[in-house]
């Protein structure tokens, strides 16, 4: 089983960016995406933005749209989060984890192997 873990996170300042990164045991291009997603004290995990290993089709979730950006190296089987313009908002745990499903999707029930998380804090 590929497992994940994840690096990056820190406490920043409003409007501040942040580059996660999740690195993976095994190659990323066995799965159809590989997803970032995150979760705030007292709510549930939601995602945030995935991407397709292969060919590095990207998608996000309208609250990130614009200010964040996802990339990957499959030499180095890692996935980056690049967070611009953070907002207090964006405070939360971040994961990231494999697609069991063949479509995209950013709903947390259609991944899998998550990874332990790294903390991203964004208040002045």
């Known amino acids: 089983q590929v497992q994940f873990v994840e690096s990056g996170g820190d406490l920043v300042q409003p409007g501040g960016s942040l580059r996660l990164s999740c690195a993976a045991s095994?190659?990323?291009?066995?799965?159809?995406?590989i997803g970032w997603f995150r979760q705030a004290p007292g709510k549930e995990r939601e995602g945030v933005s995935c991407?397709?290993?292969?060919?590095?089709?990207?998608y996000y979730a309208d609250s990130v749209k614009g200010r964040f950006t996802i990339s990957r190296d499959n030499a180095k089987n890692t996935v980056y989060l690049q967070m611009d313009s953070l907002k207090p908002e964006d405070t939360a745990i971040y994961f990231c984890?494999?697609?069991?499903?063949?479509?995209?999707?950013?709903?947390?029930?259609?991944?899998?192997?998550w990874g332990q998380g790294t903390q991203v804090t964004v208040s002045s």
């Open positions: 984890a494999r697609s069991r499903v063949a479509y995209i999707s950013l709903s947390r029930y259609d991944y899998t192997n």
């Open positions: 095994g190659s990323i291009g066995d799965y159809y995406t």
């Open positions: 991407i397709t290993p292969t060919d590095g089709r990207t």
